[in-house]
């Protein structure tokens, strides 16, 4: 069967005409449908309606996965304190294991952002001794013949009597009593939680 030859218009001359199987369309043609399919598609509102709502629900999920990361990563981590300590009401404290002097113990704790345990009330008092399975080194010193906190409070008579009259201030599970500074004890640290309820 022969085949048929269909000549292909929109050239410029004669010369330049191109002969190809009927049926089938030119590159140039073939372009030009393209761009008008295109060019229908710019003007339908709806399609541009469909693909602004769906951009506008991918920017929101990005929105939102950005803040749920970046807020869990503010706060660190659900823990309000850190790695081996305690929470109790708001608040941090460190047990030691090991025994320092007063002072050591002071500058410990200062070095964790926190300070030897200011005890504010008999719930926190009642809480430090039920917990003390050792003598520790607590946040009250002599500022000459009274009591004061590291804090600079003074020592409130209702809240706590100290055994003996020396320099510095440790708790037990019967009470509080002083010894000389120098000695080595373990030492409990509090620090005020500043995290979200």
């Not at 330049?16 to 043609?29: M, N």
């Not at 081996?84 to 952002?113: A, G």
């Not at 590291?150 to 809240?159: I, K, R, Y």
Request: charged content about 20%; some cysteine; hydrophobic content about 35%.
């Amino acid at each position: 069967m022969p085949l048929r030859l269909c000549a292909v218009q929109g050239f410029p001359s004669q010369a330049q005409r191109d002969f190809r199987p009927c049926g089938e369309r030119s590159p140039a043609r073939g372009a030009a449908v393209g761009l008008r399919r295109w060019r229908g598609l710019c003007s339908n509102i709806w399609f541009w309606r469909c693909t602004t709502g769906v951009l506008a629900v991918v920017a929101v999920l990005i929105l939102c996965i950005h803040l749920a990361v970046n807020s869990s990563s503010e706060e660190g981590s659900l823990q309000p304190c850190p790695a081996d300590w305690l929470c109790h009401e708001r608040k941090c404290y460190y047990l030691s294991e090991e025994e320092k002097d007063w002072n050591s113990s002071q500058s410990f704790c200062s070095s964790h952002n926190s300070s030897l345990v200011v005890i504010e009330n008999h719930q926190e008092l009642n809480f430090i001794m039920k917990i003390t399975k050792q003598d520790l080194w607590i946040g009250l010193h002599k500022k000459g013949a009274e009591f004061s906190w590291v804090n600079g409070t003074p020592l409130d008579p209702n809240l706590l009597t100290v055994k003996d009259s020396k320099e510095c201030a440790y708790i037990q599970s019967t009470g509080v009593s002083s010894s000389g500074c120098s000695l080595p004890r373990a030492w409990v640290c509090k620090k005020i939680f500043k995290g979200r309820a």
